[in-house]
T-cell receptor, first 109, second 116 residues
Framework: GQNIDQPTEMTATEGAIVQINCTYQTSGFNGLFWYQQHAGEAPTFLSYNVLDGLEEKGRFSSFLSRSKGYSYLLLKELQMKDSASYLCAALDSNYQLIWGAGTKLIIKP | GAVVSQHPSRVICKSGTSVKIECRSLDFQATTMFWYRQFPKQSLMLMATSNEGSKATYEQGVEKDKFLINHASLTLSTLTVTSAHPEDSSFYIC????????????FGPGTRLTVT
């Protein structure tokens, strides 16, 4: 079956760095997305990786290893507003998004 | 980035009534639109995928006669929850995607439905 695994919850300190991991098993693969979702709001797009390597976008970076079925989202210089759920989603061979359950990130001062 | 609107943002209705939720892509043509449901502290659950001009494809376990989806144009899709029951209370979110299947989905702000 198809499956996305990511930690349920993580805690980090303001100003620090945190890495949220995601492993995936899908029927075919056409890329991996990371979305941010604040409580009570809809998800917002953060990144898309389809090739191996690191994509940097400001304070956020996303990494992909297709051979390992693994991705991570790296958040630097954490701010209180980064407290949110981070959703990992893989695009399968039918271009259907398979969603992880999300990682709730708690930022402490 | 592309903007997707959703209306209404919140709705309270009585059990047995029907509710229509609209999803619009404001600055791009959405070939495909998706409807999700999200219960508190849970991830997104895809309900159905709709392509403009054709019938929606529903996920297993989603009743197509209860959740009516219409995608009449490249900028508008509607979800009608018919004969709503309290267990239908949830956060309903639509997303839209352009022509490219690898393109990101742009999410609407969501609709909080409460059935009393």
């Amino acid at each position: 079956g198809q499956n996305i695994d990511q930690p349920t919850e993580m805690t980090a300190t303001e100003g620090a760095i945190v890495q949220i991991n995601c492993t995936y098993q899908t029927s075919g693969f056409n890329g991996l997305f990371w979305y941010q979702q604040h409580a009570g709001e809809a998800p917002t797009f953060l990144s898309y990786n389809v090739l191996d390597g690191l994509e940097e976008k400001g304070r956020f970076s996303s990494f992909l290893s297709r051979s390992k079925g693994y991705s991570y989202l790296l958040l630097k210089e954490l701010q209180m507003k980064d407290s949110a759920s981070y959703l990992c989603a893989a695009l399968d061979s039918n271009y259907q998004l398979i969603w992880g359950a999300g990682t709730k990130l708690i930022i402490k001062p | 980035g592309a903007v997707v609107s959703q209306h209404p943002s919140r709705v309270i209705c009585k059990s047995g009534t029907s509710v229509k939720i609209e999803c619009r892509s404001l600055d791009f043509q959405a070939t495909t639109m998706f409807w999700y449901r999200q219960f508190p502290k849970q991830s997104l659950m895809l309900m159905a995928t709709s392509n403009e001009g054709s019938k929606a494809t529903y996920e297993q376990g989603v009743e197509k006669d209860k959740f009516l989806i219409n995608h009449a144009s490249l900028t508008l899709s509607t979800l009608t929850v018919t004969s709503a029951h309290p267990e239908d209370s949830s956060f309903y979110i639509c997303s839209a995607r352009g022509a490219g299947e690898s393109e990101e989905q742009y999410f609407g702000p969501g609709t909080r439905l409460t059935v009393t």
